[in-house]
T-cell receptor
């Protein structure tokens, strides 16, 4: 499978625990995005990387959220001290930046439930 | 703050009908606009629009962008039940030019 891969697909955690998600982008893609989606809403931007550089981060993102892409390939998103409001689908997307335009392709997402 | 508004929020039609979905946007450093279809899983890519007035077509779907008036439309002709989904638009721009900001989506339901 040469698409965007996310792991795990589902995660149930207790409030206050830390969780980490992984995203493997399409191999030649240099841009990687993280989004969060709740029921009835469009994906909400969290952050994105170009290669290993984190270019932009949502102002809505609390300090409990951190993302890395250490070698410009896979990325991890960590949520510390989870809260019930963190329950959502976490989506990763990747794209190949050519000029200013970009087609981004999504992975299947990680569904987080905080109990 | 970047803003994307889609309308209508939901639409119910019968097979064979034609629908028009709207997307208006205000984003800094606008570069392109993308349309996605989302069923009970992750969004799948439909179109990317970069120039005003040039229609993109894929089968029964077509889309056009107006960069002066800051909106885009997605048309679906001869709708089928398989077209039932949430349709999302996402302009690309932002401080670093590559951020995709999504609208809330339009829920399309096509009845047989």
């Amino acid at each position: 499978d040469t698409g965007v891969s996310q792991d795990p697909r589902h995660k149930i955690t207790k409030r206050g625990q830390n969780v980490t998600f992984r995203c493997d982008p399409i191999s030649e893609h240099n841009r990687l995005y993280w989004y969060r989606q709740t029921l009835g809403q469009g994906p909400e931007f969290l952050t994105y990387f170009q290669n290993e550089a984190q270019l932009e981060k949502s102002r809505l993102l609390s300090d409990r959220f951190s993302a890395e892409r250490p070698k410009g390939s896979f990325s991890t998103l960590e949520i510390q001290r989870t809260e019930q409001g963190d329950s959502a689908m976490y989506l990763c997307a990747s794209s190949l930046r050519t000029g200013w335009n970009t087609e981004a392709f999504f992975g299947q997402g990680t569904r987080l439930t905080v109990v | 703050e970047d803003k994307v508004v889609q309308s209508p929020l939901s639409l119910v039609v019968h097979e064979g009908d034609t629908v028009t979905l709207n997307c208006s946007y205000e984003v800094t450093n606008f570069r392109s606009l993308l349309w996605y279809k989302q069923e009970k899983k992750a969004p799948t890519f439909l179109f990317m629009l970069t120039s005003s007035g040039i229609e993109k077509k894929s089968g029964r779907l077509s889309s056009i962008l107006d960069k002066k008036e800051l909106f885009s439309i997605l048309n679906i002709t001869a709708t089928q039940t398989g077209d039932s989904a949430v349709y999302l638009c996402a302009p690309a721009g932002g401080t670093s030019y590559g951020k995709l900001t999504f609208g809330q989506g339009t829920i399309l339901t096509v009845h047989p």
